[in-house]
């Protein structure tokens, strides 16, 4: 490196990437340090669902303010992003679920996303592979598909245009505020962000992150099977209760005609190894809801690991325990949808400006303070 | 002679040889071009033997049945070109 | 299927694979009292080598251990695909009808080997195929008779082919072989040590009648609409042009080591690891035949009684085949040495030549990315259905990339049967 940069970035990852390209564009002088392939980490483990959600009111706060600015982005996206703005449908079972389900729709059309309650032959007919009869469906027909590993380099290509460098296959060992060290050689610069996702804590200790296992099974080329992404309303609930083993229905169509099935979640530390218990219950959840899957051909299984915190919320903002230490990690399973929110966020910090978002729910000292509490 | 069977490839009613694999009946059969690729160009079978997938087929409505590996059954219903 | 019931087979030893190797480990295992399962993509055992539709096809040494497995008591499983395994000795098999558990102590894998294709322009016109496509077709029961035939690529398959295609009518104008004279005559000069080999050799010369066989000559390019009417060919110095209806070209064979990276067992310069006893580094699992390093059906089936008897714990027979096996190794060394592949085969490919066939992924793409994790990432080469089997070995042997991670399942599984795939309680 020629001269000191303005900021290094840790990770390559669609948040890291995100980041990089908010600061380099805001004139920062920025460098990406990447510990594998740019993009090649939890960012190309995921489905790329863009999804507004409401578990909590930041947490729609984030997500909704972030599916704005995808819909923008979304134009100039090449087509390798494979960008589909398919929408998500969500369905529910049982008439048990069914105020759950007005629930949620009055939620979004309160707070402005357009979100349209089907009852059971309105979802047979959006999604013709359901089994009928379900009781009801939501669709949020704003919400869209991506493929991050592309979305990524397309980032990262144009915080290079506005002097961003980019280190693959570079590990950071040790941050030490403003510092990074990288194979015994100390690089200083302005600042740090600390955007290595699920190993974000390794470089950070005390970071409330842990790695979160996922699996996905991609399929091969149905075109049509499915037409929206396809989540089931206890989805939420799975993903919301941190401590047990779960799994979900969810389906999304890829622009290929492919089929990606999820979801698990599950607390194993790093071990990535596929596990097939857990891989057959979650495709058995997956048949309840679209019985046709059984017979369709499964390509590939893989895993990847979520950046979770204990409040399902991420870390954005200043990490006060050490000097010109910046935090953009914990996206769990939102990190796709939520990276260019949080990259509009940490930018706007970092320069001294007010975020159109209130970033308080998402700084970093808040969770840090309760998980030492 | 050899015991013939009749088959339907793309609609069309085809006599093949009994107890070939799928894949050397539509070879036989004039029908090189089992299927057309994800970028649009013909493919036909390179391996023979189910490891290069480029012999895909539908048959009785079930897409991506690999033709070397099927026996020709009388009756069944190949579409190829997909 | 979705309520998870799926039938189960127990054995004392399950077989992957029923060629040579897989035959000869089932009917000393077999043989030694073990209940064997024998698991096989064919619609009946033999393998590539021993792809029949009637016995009457086949050499007397394939229809001697034909009998023997049919008498052994082996069960059999055709038709039936290997989509998952775990080293304690269970496979996910999927075969007609519905998916299967096979639950054994110990495996063999006897997974054969797949042939090597290095992409040049031209290469995914149909009625290109391989050199053991062409022969797999045609002991499917493709009769190719009155065609036009270019066979080109490398190794002693060639000459085998050529001869088949020509007995069953097909008019073959070349066989190219890469190598240089200089490279395999010094080879056949020192066949007279494998008498029977040489005497192979010369029926299939007198076999192909009038074709020109080219040393140092290879394909550079093929043409045609929808399918391919002429070969480019080239001996470094002149290039000319054959008019074909089909044309077969490969490179030598690829061990399909897939099943024991997914089990773990060890591969070193792409042959999986054993010991004396055929015993790979996971204990309780064997490897026989060409995953081990190609050979042909000769080591194959030594190794395969070798994996048999050592499964069944009859040390003595493991011993006494040690010497013949090693006879039998170092003719096959010296057969890969003679054959080596050529420089120019790298530089074959153009930009636009398609080599990911399933993703339709071309050359020029390929050579901006490092690796082939990068590849796969951002080119989709690999992702296919055919897993990487067909591109991988090339860009190995173009760019230097090694293979990818081997990952269930180890081939394409319906949706229902990776549903079924439910560990014993306990177990991780």
């Known amino acids: 490196m020629s001269r000191r940069p303005d900021a290094i970035v840790v990770g390559a990852g669609i948040v890291g990437a995100a980041c990089a390209e908010a600061l380099a564009r805001e004139g920062l002088r920025v460098e990406v340090l990447e510990a594998g392939i740019a993009g090649g980490g939890t960012t190309a483990a995921g489905m790329g669902h863009i999804v507004v959600m409401d578990d909590s009111e930041a947490q729609f706060a984030l997500t909704s303010y972030s599916r704005r600015l995808w819909s923008e982005l979304a134009a100039e996206l090449p087509e390798n992003c494979e960008f589909l703005p398919c929408g998500t449908l969500w369905v529910a079972e049982e008439e048990a679920q069914l105020e759950a389900l007005r629930a949620k729709a009055a939620f979004y059309t309160a707070r402005g996303v357009e979100a349209e309650l089907l009852d059971a032959r309105g979802v047979a007919e959006a999604e013709p592979n359901l089994r009928t009869p379900l009781a009801g469906g939501l669709l949020v027909a704003g919400d869209g598909v991506v493929y991050p590993p592309a979305v990524a380099r397309y980032l990262l290509a144009r915080a290079r245009e506005h002097g961003a460098g980019l280190r693959e296959g570079c590990r950071v060992e040790r941050i030490e505020g403003r510092a990074v060290l990288v194979g015994g050689e100390r690089i200083e610069a302005g600042l740090v962000v600390n ?179 | 002679m050899s015991e013939q069977v009749e088959i339907q490839v793309n609609g069309k009613v085809v006599r093949v040889r009994a107890g070939v694999s799928l894949a050397a009946a539509l070879l036989d059969a004039g029908e090189p071009v089992f299927r057309r690729s994800v970028g649009g160009s013909p493919r036909g079978p390179l391996c023979g033997m189910g490891v290069c997938f480029e012999c895909r087929v539908t048959i009785d409505g079930v897409a991506h049945r690999r033709a070397c590996l099927e026996p020709v059954v009388p009756g069944m219903k190949v579409v190829t070109g997909g | 299927m979705a309520d998870g019931v799926v039938s189960r087979i127990e054995a004392d030893v399950a077989v992957v694979g029923a060629g040579p190797a897989g035959i000869a480990a089932a009917v000393r295992a077999a043989e030694s009292g073990l209940r064997v399962v024998v698991v096989d993509e064919g619609f009946r055992p033999g393998g590539q080598i021993w792809r029949h539709r009637t016995p009457d096809a086949l050499p007397p040494v394939a229809r001697r251990w034909l009998g023997r497995l049919e008498r052994s008591g082996a069960r059999v499983l055709c038709q039936a695909t290997v989509v998952d395994a775990a080293p304690e000795g269970r496979l996910t098999v999927e075969q007609p009808g519905a998916p299967m558990i096979v639950e054994a102590g110990k495996l063999v894998l006897a997974t054969g080997a797949r042939e090597r294709y290095l992409p040049f322009p031209g290469w995914t016109l149909p009625n290109t195929v391989g050199v053991g496509g062409a022969q797999a077709l045609l002991k499917a029961g493709a009769s190719f008779a009155g065609k036009r035939v270019v066979v080109a690529g490398s190794g002693p398959l060639l000459l085998a082919v050529a001869a088949g295609l020509a007995e069953a009518g097909a008019r073959v104008a070349v066989v190219a072989e890469q190598a240089p004279a200089a490279a395999v005559l010094p080879f056949l000069v020192g066949l007279w040590r494998w008498p029977g080999k040489l005497l192979q050799a010369a029926g299939y010369r007198a076999a192909l009648g009038g074709a020109r066989y080219a040393w140092g000559t290879w394909v550079v390019r093929a043409s045609g609409d929808d399918v391919v009417r002429e070969v480019t060919l080239t001996d470094g110095r002149r290039t000319w042009t054959e008019p074909c209806d089909l044309l077969c070209v490969g490179y030598g064979l690829v061990p399909n080591t897939e099943l024991a990276r997914l089990l773990g067992c060890a591969v070193e310069g792409g042959r999986v690891v054993v010991d004396r006893r055929q015993e790979t580094t996971v204990r309780g699992v064997y490897c026989a035949g060409e995953p081990t390093g190609i050979g042909g059906a000769e080591v194959a089936l030594l190794e395969g009684e070798i994996a048999g008897y050592a499964v069944a714990g009859r040390e003595g027979e493991v011993t006494s085949r040690a010497t013949a096996l090693a006879r039998a190794r170092r003719f096959a060394r010296r057969l890969e040495a003679a054959f080596a592949l050529r420089e120019e085969l790298r530089r074959l490919p153009d930009d636009e030549t398609i080599v990911c066939r399933c993703e339709d992924v071309c050359y020029g793409r390929l050579r901006q990315e490092r690796s082939a994790r990068s590849a796969k990432l951002f080119t989709r080469a690999g992702m296919g259905p055919c897993q990487g089997r067909i591109c991988g070995p090339a860009l190995e042997f173009m760019l230097g990339w090694p293979m990818q991670t081997v990952r269930a399942p180890v081939a394409p599984a319906t949706v229902a049967t990776l549903s079924d795939i439910e560990a014993p309680q306990g177990a991780a």
């Not at chain 1, 996702?197 to 979160?212: F, N, S, Y």
């Not at chain 1, 929206?228 to 969810?250: C, D, I, P, R």
């Not at chain 1, 997956?286 to 895993?303: H, N, Q």
């Open chain 1, 195 to 373: 955007a290595a996702g699920a190993a974000a804590a390794e470089l950070t200790p005390g970071l409330p992150i842990m790695p979160r296992k996922g699996h996905l099974v991609v399929t091969d080329r149905y075109p049509g099977f499915c037409r929206h992404q396809v989540v089931e309303l206890g989805y939420l609930k799975s993903a919301h209760v941190l401590t047990s083993e779960s799994v979900a229905f969810n389906v999304q169509p890829r622009a290929t005609g492919q089929l990606l099935i999820g979801s698990s979640r599950e607390l194993v530390g790093w071990d990535a190894a596929v596990n097939r218990r857990l891989v057959g219950q979650m495709l058995r959840r997956a048949i309840e809801f679209m019985p046709g899957l059984a017979s369709l051909k499964a390509l590939r299984v893989w895993t990847g690991f979520r950046p979770a915190t204990p409040d399902k919320l991420p870390l954005i903002g200043r990490w006060e325990e050490a000097d010109g230490l910046w935090i953009a990690a914990g996206h769990e399973g939102l990190g796709i949808t939520t990276a260019l929110g949080t990259a509009r966020i940490l930018a706007d910090l970092v320069l001294g400006r007010t975020p159109e978002l209130d970033p308080a729910p998402y700084a970093p000292g808040r969770v840090q303070a309760e998980a030492t509490a």
